[in-house]
């Protein structure tokens, strides 16, 4: 398990005066929340932190950026993921408290506060863990995925910037914001359409119009028929994602590298990366090689039917994933 600095004991006592401190007799959902602190700014929403009045903790506030308060794809699109991550409740996903509009009307949403690394620096100084532990994350990741799948979900967000490895050795799964439900009855059609166009298009038109690393990045995790908009997209382009993490945690680079995102995306479409035991010195485990080459092929028939046999996969050869 991945070890951090734990939080000051002064910092995180807990005390009667804060506990037994009575409720307002009227209460005013609106003015629950203060001390709000802007932690992170995603490309179109706002995390902050603030205080909880009614409980006294310290949490999560997600809500829309000034500019898309009034985008109504948008603003569906946060009340999807509030209420897909409310709903699937699982230990490596972070628990959703409250969904809500502010004092303006508009939506908001609370989590969980968890302080810990992304995957993302922890593969930064990848040298400094050895594989057992890095596994460990996928192992977790992939059992928040199954989970997922089994829910009729796919997240289709999955990179090392969207796993949080927190103080205690919790692995959560987060960004629910561009996950995939379907409608009860195939034949509904709404603004679904719309709303896919506008999950992939933009991360890909920008991309190319910019050349920025942080879309790159994204770029680099995302399956053929996540590029291909395919409608029939299923589980098993998540495991596509986890194969690319799996890849750069055995080699210390991605399947792709370039500085064309349009280069990337033909990459990711027709090529298929060099194996892992062919680019570095050390020894890479010839399971965990042909498991990674398997989750990056093209076609999705060709991958792991499932994130549970990836999980079986590394159980059987690692003796990780034993619950």
């Known amino acids: 398990m991945l070890e951090f600095p734990q939080q000051n004991v002064e910092d995180s006592r807990i005390y009667a005066e804060e506990t037994d401190m009575p409720?307002?007799?009227?209460?005013?959902?609106?003015?629950?929340?203060?001390?709000?602190?802007?932690?992170?700014?995603?490309?179109?929403?706002?995390?902050?932190?603030?205080?909880?009045?009614?409980?006294?903790?310290?949490?999560?506030?997600?809500?829309?950026?000034?500019?898309?308060?009034?985008?109504?794809?948008?603003?569906?699109?946060?009340?999807?993921?509030?209420?897909?991550?409310?709903?699937?409740?699982?230990p490596n996903t972070i628990p959703t408290y409250e969904l809500g509009r502010d004092n303006r009307g508009n939506y908001y949403f609370t989590m969980k506060l968890v302080h810990g690394y992304t995957l993302r620096e922890i593969l930064n100084y990848r040298e400094r863990y050895d594989l057992t532990q890095l596994m460990d994350l996928i192992v977790q990741v992939g059992r928040a995925l199954g989970y997922a799948h089994s829910r009729a979900v796919v997240h289709r967000d999955i990179k090392p910037e969207n796993i949080l490895v927190?103080?205690?050795?919790?692995?959560?799964?987060?960004?629910?914001?561009?996950?995939?439900?379907?409608?009860?009855?195939?034949?509904?059609?709404?603004?679904?359409?719309?709303?896919?166009?506008?999950?992939?298009?933009?991360?890909?038109?920008?991309?190319?119009?910019?050349?920025?690393?942080?879309?790159?990045?994204?770029?680099?995790?995302?399956?053929?028929?996540?590029?291909?908009?395919?409608?029939?997209?299923?589980?098993?382009?998540?495991?596509?994602?986890?194969?690319?993490?799996?890849?750069?945690?055995?080699?210390?680079?991605?399947?792709?590298?370039?500085?064309?995102?349009?280069?990337?995306?033909?990459?990711?479409?027709?090529?298929?990366?060099?194996?892992?035991?062919?680019?570095?010195?050390?020894?890479?485990s010839d399971v965990l090689a042909e498991l990674t080459m398997k989750c990056l092929q093209k076609d999705p028939q060709d991958r792991p039917a499932s994130a549970d046999e990836v999980l079986r996969t590394i159980r059987e050869n690692w003796g990780f994933g034993r619950s």
């Not at 003015?31 to 949490?59: E, N, Q, V, W």
């Open 166 to 284: 927190g103080p205690y050795g919790e692995v959560l799964l987060l960004d629910w914001g561009l996950a995939k439900v379907w409608h009860k009855d195939v034949a509904v059609v709404d603004d679904e359409a719309e709303l896919e166009e506008a999950d992939t298009s933009a991360v890909v038109t920008t991309a190319s119009m910019t050349g920025e690393g942080k879309l790159q990045g994204t770029v680099m995790y995302m399956s053929p028929e996540q590029i291909d908009r395919d409608p029939g997209i299923d589980g098993r382009s998540d495991l596509y994602s986890l194969g690319a993490i799996l890849y750069e945690m055995l080699t210390g680079v991605t399947p792709f590298q370039g500085d064309l995102v349009q280069t990337l995306l033909q990459q990711i479409r027709s090529e298929m990366p060099a194996d892992p035991r062919s680019i570095v010195k050390t020894r890479v």
């Open 23 to 90: 409720l307002p007799e009227v209460l005013n959902p609106k003015t629950r929340y203060a001390f709000f602190s802007t932690i992170a700014k995603g490309g179109k929403s706002l995390i902050k932190s603030c205080r909880d009045l009614h409980l006294r903790r310290t949490i999560c506030y997600k809500t829309l950026r000034p500019e898309f308060i009034n985008d109504p794809i948008e603003t569906k699109r946060l009340l999807r993921e509030a209420r897909i991550s409310a709903m699937l409740q699982h």
